[in-house]
Structure formats: C-alpha cells, structure tokens
C-alpha cells in the first residue's frame, strides 16, 4: 500500500489515504459541474484503498449538497478548503479526495475531464460504488 496525506489549509479536516498502487499512476477526475470547476477540484479514489477523514472541531465541518444532492461535499467553514465529497449507502461511506488537498509532495498522473451531471441519479450511484473508496472512515476530536 501506498499512502498520501493531507487536509485543509487551517489542519481542521485531515485525510489519510491508502492506495493500491503508486500514486503516479493514478489520473485525477476533474468534474466539470460548477461546484467543482469553480473549487477547481480533480478527485482521486481507489475502491481497493482507504480513505480515512480526522475532524477536530465539528462546528466547522460544511457539508454541502448540490445537483441531485445524492452526494455530500466536505468543506472546512473556517478555511474554505474543499477536501473530497462522500456518498453514504449501501451500509457503507464510500468518498473520493480533492486531489488539491493532498500534500505538495505527493503527484498524481494527469487529469481527466469527467462530466457526471449528464449522468441520472441511479448511475452515479453505481459509479460512486464501484470506483470510490469504499473503506471511509470519519473521526470526530482530537483523536
């Protein structure tokens, strides 16, 4: 396993990451609705991985819904930083990071364009569950 770290710009929302495989070889998901292009977010997800998230202080966690509001972003209301969007079913949390919010030493293949919003609710779900991590685990204090 490979791993990758990283957060938002106050340290308030932490990622940790667990990949399959090296993190080159991973090409990033730049969506092109206007959520997205307008944090300019590209995400990275790895089904066979994990994604573990730490929140120290809750009152500033924002979780945001848009378009068909089927899946939750993840911002930090203090900073503004956009770390990654999460899709809770199936008995599970399955998410996906904002690859900006990894830490600088840690570089991933190039981007590719992805246009989810022509997609019906029905099939982004299934995308969502078969290409996010589907391992996500959320840790509330100072753990």
């Given at each position: 396993m490979h791993r990758a770290s990283g957060g938002c710009h106050c340290g308030n929302l932490l990622v940790d990451l667990e990949l399959s495989r090296a993190p080159d070889t991973y090409n990033p998901r730049a969506c092109d609705c206007d959520f997205c292009r307008k944090h300019c977010a590209s995400y990275l997800s790895d089904p066979q991985g994990s994604m573990g998230i730490r929140i120290k202080d809750e009152r500033h966690w924002g979780r945001y819904q848009q378009g068909s509001g089927t899946a939750e972003f993840m911002v930090c209301t203090r900073c503004g930083v956009l770390i990654g969007v999460l899709y809770r079913g199936d008995g599970r949390v399955h998410?996906?990071?904002?690859?900006?919010?990894?830490?600088?030493?840690?570089?991933?293949?190039?981007?590719?364009?992805?246009?989810?919003?022509?997609?019906?609710?029905?099939?982004?779900?299934?995308?969502?569950?078969?290409?996010?991590?589907?391992?996500?685990?959320?840790?509330?204090?100072?753990?």
């Open positions: 998410g996906a990071v904002n690859t900006k919010a990894i830490d600088g030493a840690t570089s991933f293949g190039t981007e590719q364009p992805v246009s989810p919003k022509t997609l019906p609710s029905s099939e982004k779900v299934k995308r969502w569950q078969s290409v996010w991590f589907s391992d996500v685990r959320i840790v509330t204090g100072e753990a």
